[in-house]
């Protein structure tokens, strides 16, 4: 498991391609505990960088300070809840968002790859809309939707939307034709190809896409909370910004990385459950 | 990230393909589907279902569109904001392929970068904003460092993955051929890892732009951003309309040359 620490770094970039026939990086099995421990001593030896830099002046504490004061911000704020209120409100608004995108992106998706004309009215428009920069029409959305969460939510799905869509539109297109084919040949109804061929052979792609639109939409959540207010994690950093507070802004970044490293962890263990069946994670 | 672009040719057309009839005809059909956008968001507008304060119609936001573009206002903030996304992304590509190599070449690099990787890809980089502002306040360089970091990461994944899954027998064969680390690096590993880097810079690409907006929406006296932002808190909303549309347009545009880069300088590998 931890020998493929390195491997699950990342997501985003790994187009499930072939493993290759044995990294040159060496370190496989022996190796892989002292990989771990070296790497997690790094991160210690980053945070009493930090700690002692601040303390002993090396670095303005008004620039960065002292690790420990911000986690003590940290515990106070999780005493009186303010931590969970905010942590919990932007993990809402980025996995409603989110999932909105899927729901309907998904099906967006499946159906152009069936369809012409869904195909002829959506290709376009997603190759336009994918590329774009679409925090942009955020005060589209303020005029049309207000302030409030409905807007923040509609933004969130809107910027998720593309990548999940078009993820599972190249999924499910030019799949490989002879697994549909014996199937249909033991008798199996469109549908039944559809759930039990197609979409498992489609699964990593559409995976993937979503594991890129998930960071999107935490980054457009922030976003929409520093713009709009209403707390959220963004929300109470940008005013600690604004406050020249930057405790508050640092005891924000702290806890952001924690819940992007979850929420984004997360979606990897799912991915390792539904393709348990997978060569790519059996490796 | 490739599942971008580059939909399927529309092979519908029986036309011969290289004429310019077959183009235009093809680009027009292409992308017909924004008609239909065009068309429902004027019924929309004309029907009184929605004010037209929320939905100018088009008409007016071409002209207000035309009028900040002769006027100089909309091409002087689009030069600042791209001056800014793109020394941002020139930085990151550079530091972020010289680590992303490092990584993938050099044991110690990796144990060192790897862990700063792991922890901080997953976090939204727009919650920077507030930091680079308490860093370096309110000018260019505050925007430039914002973006540089937002954009770094995904070049590094990139380098390193790309430079990771080289075929090791391509690098044995060229060092026992003679040549040095440095040469394997130069005329194997980065060949080698060239799609995957680019990969990774396009993802960059996009996060530039949207870094760029959301950082000029809450920080800045200038650039695209603040014109959307400011022309909306006006009130002034078919301008704001025509901005918004205007940066779509230069993100679409900017991926758009880059994947036609990206095309021909891996035209070598389809051969």
Partial sequence: MSGSAQNTAVPVGAEAKPASPRSRLGARRPGAFLDLGVQVGVVLALCVAWEAGARLGAINPFLLPPLTDVLARIG???????????????????????????????????????????????????????????????????????????????????SCFFPIAAATYAGTTGLDKWPIWSARSFGAKEVEILWEVNLPMALPQILTGLQVALPVGMITTVVTEMLMGGRGIGGSMIMAGRFADSVGVFAGIVEIVALGFLVVKSLELVRARLLAWHPETRR | MSAAGAGPADAALALPRNTLLFKLFDGVLRYSPLLVLVAVWEGLGLSGFVSRQMLPDLGTILSEFWRMLTGGDLLYNTARSLSRSFSGLALAIVVGLAAGLAMATARPARLLINPVVQIFYPMPKSALIPVVMIWLGLGDASKVLLIFLGCLLPVVVGAYNGARGVNPFLVWSARSLGAGRFEVLREVIVPAAMPEILNGCRTALAFSFILMVSSEFLIASDGVGYMISSLGDGGIYPAMFAVIFFVAAIGFAADRVYSVIMRRQLRWREA
Avoid: H
């Fill in chain 1, 76 to 158: 106070e704020d999780a005493m009186s809840g303010a931590v969970f209120v905010d942590l919990g409100l932007t993990l809402y608004r980025a996995l409603f968002g989110f999932l909105i995108a899927a729901v309907i992106g998904i099906p967006v998706g499946i159906l152009m790859s069936r369809s012409r004309i869904v195909r002829w009215f959506f290709d376009p428009l997603l190759s336009i809309g994918f590329p774009m920069p679409k925090v942009a029409f955020l005060p589209i959305f303020i005029l049309w939707f207000d302030i409030y969460d409905t807007s923040k939510v509609i933004m969130v799905a809107f």
